[in-house]
């Protein structure tokens, strides 16, 4: 479903790499380490992403790195539930 580190052209001066992409879902997932929180800069570019993504449509899902295995059973059913959520709703669509 996901490409890993996958650039993605949201109409902006450059594309933007995310984590894991899913171009058909329109489903971006992110996965913030340590760096992410390093300044003020950092976190506004986070944010413009986010909102560049969401301006072309997509969906942005954010897990902070130090969850990944300890709530790892919660990130599936939240990835599943958007996945399925999405295929839905482009599903509505396509009628």
Known sequence: VFKLNAPVDTGGPRP?????????????????????????????????KDLDLQRAGY???RIHWEDLLPRLEE????LNTLIDARRRELAGRER
Request: glycine share 8%; no cysteine; hydrophobic share 40%.
């Open 16 to 48: 933007w790499v995310v984590d894991f992409l899913s171009r058909e879902l329109k489903l971006a997932v992110e996965i913030d380490g340590y760096h992410h929180f390093g300044g003020r800069e950092r976190f506004r570019l986070d944010r413009r």
């Open 59 to 61: 969906w942005v899902y």
């Open 75 to 78: 990130i599936l059913q939240t």
